[in-house]
């Protein structure tokens, strides 16, 4: 085995790959799945011990929209993935396409199941820790750290998955992070989940979404005998017989690149968790009396850090106009929906509520834009791909793309992008066919109507 030589040991390195991606999230797991289908060796590098991120790790209790309020839009292998999620699952219509419930466990095992399939390799509990490049404008390897120390891993295309953009950044990319004037960022959540709850009750009671002026939290608000709860946000689907999945609750002022304020994030997040369930159960009784807190998330959802500049910034002009591209790798019809970035008492009220509606953008039934393939394409790195949250766009319309079923959808376009430019294109990834990648998405169910 070949090995760098460092001044007081060696690190080993592991140079057989064609393709390796950083983050196993949603983009991360079907950028792994189609580069391997599509031929190339493939490693898939995740520093949890679960594939999925969002709907696994974080939590999160419901997918986004997957239609266009018409029909399903995020085809390919995130229908796949969606679809294998509702099996077996009594409570959830076939049909539903929006807004559907997540079983965190059965979707580990899907996206287990898929990625080793596909013939990917998978690392667990592995750290990305530096990124080597060429004088060239590629990156020649990466550095990693798991429990046997420091290793170094070369592939020919990187793809980054890991939602902040790191690899991509470390290797010199540009990037643009937050709110242009304050560098403020959107509020995380960690979600939890409650068992134990009178599903009969839950059925019958309205909804405690922030929407609903009747909902109990403002009440909870308003008593100030929960000061933990910090506001009205209080998304939440039963995932289970007696079971149900919470996004709810804001903790501000977290950059998921610094780990010292993702530290003191977890910690208030579960305090925040342990307070929603102590009110709803006196507010609710007959619902969540005898609720128990059974988890929080394994990591903080997070919605926005750095978004990486690539060969086109995606413009809330584009959004706006439902624009199409030459280079369209999917369809996305998510709503604008950007969390306030600062705590206002003021907002501890469906005024509140109201307020933050107003800020959003949604499209009409049968509505969608265009992301093209330039959005994943780092300027000035030969051999790295982007996908996920951290694309190039503006900031407000990452409020849209951050979400996973359109993750999902860029995910499968960069890994075939990165085994074509393995096979054709010299490993530039900014040289690759675009109309042999849409026509082979199209084959692989993709929904890309004429651009």
């Given amino acids: 085995m070949k090995s760098y030589q460092l001044p007081s040991f060696s690190i080993p390195l592991y140079d057989e790959w064609d393709v390796i991606i950083v983050g196993g999230g949603p983009a991360g797991c079907t950028a792994a799945i189609s580069a391997a ?8 590098i995740e520093c949890t011990q679960t594939l999925g991120g969002a709907g ?17 839009i995020y085809r390919g292998l995130a229908e796949k993935i969606f679809q294998k999620s509702k099996e077996d699952l009594p409570h959830i219509s076939p049909d539903a396409m929006d807004w559907v419930p997540i079983d965190p466990e059965r979707l580990k095992r899907i996206y287990d199941e898929m990625v080793v399939a596909s013939g990917a390799s998978v690392l667990f509990q592995t750290f990305l820790s530096s990124v080597q490049k060429n004088g060239d404008g ?12 420091l290793s170094a891993y ?3 295309v990187y793809i980054d998955c890991s939602g902040d953009g790191d690899l991509a950044a470390w290797a010199g990319a540009e990037f643009q992070k937050g709110d242009e004037k304050d560098r403020g960022l959107q509020p995380a959540t960690l979600c939890f989940i409650l068992s134990n709850i009178n599903q009969e009750a839950y059925s019958k009671m309205g909804s405690l979404h922030g929407s609903n002026p009747n909902s109990p939290i403002y009440a909870i608000i308003k008593s100030e005998k929960y000061p933990a709860v910090p506001d009205f946000h209080l998304c939440n689907n039963i995932i289970g017989p007696g079971t149900v999945g919470f996004n709810a609750g804001h903790v501000f002022n977290v950059d998921n690149t610094d780990p010292v304020s993702v530290s003191r994030a977890v910690i208030e997040g579960r305090k925040i968790a342990a307070a929603y369930r102590d009110a709803l159960a006196e507010f609710v009784p007959d619902v969540f009396g005898n609720s128990f807190l059974v988890s929080t998330g394994a990591t903080l959802g997070i919605r926005e850090t750095r978004r ?15 624009r199409s591209f030459p280079d369209d790798i999917c369809r996305n019809s998510y709503f604008i929906d950007v969390h306030m970035t600062i705590k206002d008492e003021a907002d501890r009220n469906h005024e509140g509520y109201i307020k933050f509606e107003k800020t959003a953008i949604y499209y009409k039934s049968g509505e969608s834009h265009g992301l093209p393939y330039r959005c994943l394409t780092p300027k000035g790195l030969k051999n790295v791909l982007v996908a996920g ?12 793309t951050r ?18 430019a393995v096979k054709n294109h010299g490993n530039n990834v900014h040289q690759v066919d675009i109309k042999h990648l849409r026509t082979r998405l199209v084959e692989e169910g993709a929904y890309l109507p004429e651009s």
């Avoid at 590629?138 to 120390?149: A, E, R, Y």
Wanted: net charge positive; charged share 25%.
């Fill in 37 to 44: 289908r599509e031929g190339a060796k493939t490693l898939l």
């Fill in 56 to 72: 696994t790790s974080s939590l999160v209790p419901a997918w986004c929209p997957f239609s266009d309020k018409e029909k399903i």
């Fill in 138 to 149: 590629s990156v020649d390897s990466i550095l990693v750290t798991n429990k046997q120390g």
């Fill in 154 to 156: 070369k592939a020919k």
């Fill in 308 to 322: 990486i500049i690539g060969d086109y910034i995606l413009t809330l002009d584009d959004y706006v106009k439902r």
């Fill in 389 to 400: 949250r951290c694309i190039s766009s503006e900031r407000i319309v990452q409020g849209s």
């Fill in 403 to 420: 979400v996973m079923p359109v993750c999902l959808a860029m995910g499968e376009a960069a890994g075939m992008a990165a085994s074509h």
